[in-house]
């Protein structure tokens, strides 16, 4: 018994010892690195957190104690808080995948260059390249830093400063890995999910997200790029919180939102600098070029949801079945057409206050469901409901300077009464005010049938 348990306890001394030997910490050039003496393959190590060289050079290979070592990974928190670096240069071939906040808390520090070849990276980590190590709270500023093209920098020894990353190899990559990262474009592969503030506070000019089957995209994700002018999204099936919120340069939006059925809070308020700012600038598209936003499959619209973003450019095509409508979700968006609110069966919705004010509807149905409007509707506006029982709770739910407006309490006959200023209801013809679609039995005092 005594001699089993003594072999028991060389063993482990053994196996402790030869851990010590295949990995241990060794410095080279001024950078450290893990090393793994059995596969010779080395890892850039947390010691450099406190590293002193300031130009950083992580190579393909180095030999040590007579040994060539391949550099294959980058530990998590390599860099973390080094104020000293003021290159870093990821030339490693072997190099695929950049870890979680590699070079956090750097920000108010050296560094002002970055190389490295994005089209051999597959993966990227959250926060990798975000100095200031904020994921949450108030918006980050831009990075002190550029990105190089380490590829250029190899060959012949020249700086390219990369304005558009390549992606195409890129699987993933983490939440709020490229705060207030310095490019110009950016073309999101489908393979590529779009983690919460992702490029929040970029100074992005143009985004194409390509992806016919594309998933959700999250919060934050393009929140304050002031400098981006064109969106391209080919689809999504869900869009969250404040994912365009603050980008109040915006010329041009090209999305389809047909397949969406969720749109969170602000993410289109791009124009919504001030609580009253409107927006007259951004046009809209759907992804072919078409001046139509397609929301028929929406079935949540959050507050401000588009408030402030010129949505009215385009000709909108209105849920079909509609869950949830909150405040602001319309507000200012210009909007001079005909207007639908049809909620899911079995559903009630009520039209909050503000929803749709600082539009100029033409016409504005409520299906059956809609059982309180509290918004404000613009001067001539005909309002038709499926239910006698809509209640109007605001005064001034019609038009706050004149009240013209006109409230149908069915569309099957010609019960037509104001609710404030008087209308002259013989102008209310349908030759005037054309019905767009599905409505067929409406009677105006003309006593025309569309």
């Not at 851990?19 to 010779?40: M, P, Q, R, S």
């Not at 700012?277 to 397609?294: L, M, S």
């Not at 038709?384 to 605001?394: G, I, K």
Request: with cysteine.
């Amino acid at each position: 018994m005594k001699k089993k348990l003594l072999l028991a306890i060389y063993l482990v001394a053994l196996f402790a010892c030869l851990f010590a030997i295949t990995a241990f910490a060794v410095e080279v050039d001024g950078v450290y690195y893990t090393l793994d003496t059995n596969n010779k393959v080395a890892t850039v190590s947390t010691e450099n957190r406190t590293a002193t060289t300031q130009i950083v050079t992580i190579p393909s290979t180095f030999e040590y104690e007579g040994a060539a070592y391949k550099v294959t990974s980058i530990s998590n928190d390599a860099f973390y808080g080094n104020k000293t670096v003021k290159e870093l240069r990821i030339l490693s071939e072997y190099i695929t995948k950049i870890p979680s906040s590699m070079i956090a808390s750097t920000n108010g520090g050296a560094l002002e260059k970055i190389y490295i070849d994005f089209s051999k990276i597959t993966s990227i980590g959250s926060a990798a390249f975000n100095p200031s190590s904020q994921t949450n709270g108030n918006s980050p500023v831009a990075n002190s830093f550029y990105y190089y093209d380490a590829k250029a920098f190899i060959e012949n020894g020249t700086d390219v400063v990369i304005t558009e990353p390549d992606f195409s190899n890129c699987t993933s990559i983490g939440s709020a890995a490229f705060q207030g990262a310095k490019f110009e474009k950016l073309v999101i592969p489908e393979g590529i999910a779009l983690n919460n503030q992702v490029f929040r506070c970029s100074t992005i000019e143009e985004l194409d997200i390509k992806g016919a089957n594309r998933g959700a995209i999250s919060y934050y994700v393009f929140s304050s790029c002031v400098n981006l002018e064109t969106i391209r999204i080919e689809s999504l099936s869900s869009i969250s919180n404040d994912v365009f919120s603050g980008c109040k340069n915006v010329k041009e939006i090209y999305i389809n939102l047909s397949n969406c059925t969720s749109i969170g809070s602000s993410t289109f308020s791009i124009g919504n600098v001030g609580y009253d700012q409107g927006n007259t600038t951004t046009q809209w598209y759907n992804y072919q070029g078409e001046k139509i936003v397609d929301l028929s499959n929406v079935k949540t619209i959050s507050e401000k949801a588009f408030s402030s973003s010129n949505l009215g450019s385009a000709k909108i095509i209105w849920p079909t079945a509609l869950d949830t409508l909150s405040d602001q979700a319309f507000r200012k968006c210009n909007i001079n057409q005909p207007l639908y609110i049809n909620p899911a069966e079995g559903k009630t919705i009520t039209i909050p206050f503000w929803c749709m004010n600082g539009n100029k509807f033409t016409f504005a149905y409520f299906g059956k469901g809609v059982k309180t409007v509290s918004s404000c509707f613009e001067t001539n506006c005909i309002v038709v409901c499926a239910e006698d029982s809509v209640n109007f709770t605001h005064e001034k739910v019609f038009d706050q300077t004149t009240g013209n407006a006109i409230y149908c309490k069915s569309y099957t006959g010609t019960d037509v009464s104001s609710r404030a200023t008087v209308y002259n209801i013989a102008s209310a013809t349908s030759e005037k005010y054309g019905l767009c679609g599905f409505i067929a039995t409406v009677k105006f005092a003309d006593e025309t049938t569309q």
